[in-house]
């Protein structure tokens, strides 16, 4: 027998996400923290709204505009979007990507966090207008010019999520992002519980920036010297100490050599030695190789991130910026989600229910919102009659 509350039958409430909650996060931040002054008969819920479409497709706005009803014409997109300035942008970002997680974090413990790099291929020519900031490197994705991008990621048992983006610049060293990253933490009122960095960053100057400010952090060793590949000889878990820039600049570090088996790990068999730079912290080789493996989840995060990753030809790095932006808020809005909705239900540590809701879940849910709000064309008229 159905209730009834006053004479009416009550309304059974449905424990569901549906998809105007998924689309509607990630638009609410964006306007709340990216405002674009516009006049006329465009908002900036016009631009942002087709932004979250083309990334929720992978699709560029030439593709994706010809689809949509009432979404605004790709001259005006990008008229609208060349107002946007990368410093602002920079200024930005971190209030941007942590809006959807903050209230979940608790500032009376200590987190791991890691600093890494990913870059977006680039086929275009340099110019003026984005020389600073396209980067070389080893071809990949059949080119050498990228635009590169340096994040911060605090790294939880079942959700990792970015907190901040930058652009990299040519000529800006990076113990200077290093820098920046560490005061994102610090205005967050966040505290380090180790601070992973990948060997990108192996440099005297990061090693006396970590070590100055008393920030514990883990970088595995650069095989670059004959000394050192000497140090990482033997058969047992072990600490040493290792002379950087021994004849220039002598900097004392502390190696943590971790020896394993491989076990046909990449067709490989017999002992190895992996050797990482430490600094505050009384962890084990083992501990300290441990929690640094974890880390790898990060370039799970970059496949995430690239599923929503619109397509553009342009050469602006502040728009450029901004889609990619988008996409690591996307990321973000979806582990936030993921772990509001799909804890389970049990004593312990908290688990989320990974299967209920993976991200193709949430970007399709995305896209079926953004098809009703502007409005997918279903038919297409043709040439000629059938």
Same mark, same amino acid.
């Given at each position: 027998m159905t209730p009834t509350v006053h004479g009416r039958r009550a309304r059974k409430e449905k424990n569901v996400l549906g998809p105007k909650e998924c689309f509607s996060i990630v638009l609410q931040t964006l306007l709340? @923290? !990216?405002? @674009?002054?516009?006049?006329?008969r465009y908002k900036a819920k016009d631009i942002h709204s087709l932004a979250i479409t083309m990334a929720s497709q992978r699709q560029s706005v030439h593709s994706i505009e010809p689809l949509l009803s009432k979404g605004m014409s790709e001259t005006n997109f990008w008229?609208?979007?060349?107002?946007?300035? @990368?410093?602002?942008? +920079? @200024?930005?970002?971190?209030?941007l990507l942590t809006n959807p997680i903050l209230k979940l974090l608790d500032r009376n413990k200590p987190y791991r966090f890691a600093i890494d790099e990913t870059d977006d291929p680039y086929y275009g020519q340099e110019c003026s207008e984005n020389e600073e900031f396209v980067n070389g490197g080893p071809c990949k994705k059949s080119t &050498?010019?990228?635009?590169?991008?340096? &994040? !911060? +990621?605090? !790294?939880?048992?079942?959700?990792?999520?970015t907190l901040s983006a930058l652009p990299v610049r040519k000529g800006v060293k990076k113990e200077e992002y290093i820098r920046q990253m560490v005061e994102v933490i610090d205005g967050l009122g966040l505290s380090i519980e180790v601070l992973m960095l990948d060997r990108g960053f192996y440099s005297g100057e990061v090693f006396k920036l970590l070590m100055g400010r008393d920030i514990p952090f883990i970088m595995p060793v650069k095989r670059n010297s004959k000394k050192l590949k000497a140090l990482l000889q033997g058969r047992r878990s072990r600490f040493r100490k290792y002379i950087l820039n021994e004849h220039t600049d002598p900097l004392e570090l502390d190696i943590a050599i971790r020896t394993c088996y491989q076990n046909g790990r990449y067709g490989k068999h017999g002992l190895i030695n992996y050797g990482y730079v430490f600094s505050g912290m009384d962890w084990t080789p083992y501990k300290i190789s441990t929690v640094y493996e974890r880390r790898f989840g990060i370039e799970s995060s970059y496949v995430i991130r690239n599923k929503v990753r619109a397509k553009t030809t342009t050469r602006s790095p502040a728009?450029?910026?901004?889609?990619?932006?988008?996409?690591? !808020?996307?990321?973000?809005?979806w582990m936030m989600l993921r772990w509001k909705y799909f804890r389970k239900r049990q004593r312990g540590p908290p688990v989320v229910d990974e299967d209920r809701f993976r991200f193709d879940n949430f970007r399709l849910k995305v896209w079926e919102h953004a098809k009703k709000v502007l409005k997918l064309v279903f038919e297409t008229p043709v040439i000629r009659p059938g």
């Open positions: 709340r @923290i !990216l405002p @674009i002054p516009m006049q006329g008229y609208h979007l060349s107002k946007m300035d @990368i410093f602002d942008l +920079e @200024i930005m970002n971190r209030q &050498t010019k990228f635009y590169r991008y340096i &994040t !911060l +990621e605090l !790294l939880l048992p079942q959700m990792k999520v728009v450029r910026y901004y889609l990619f932006l988008v996409s690591m !808020l996307m990321r973000n809005v």
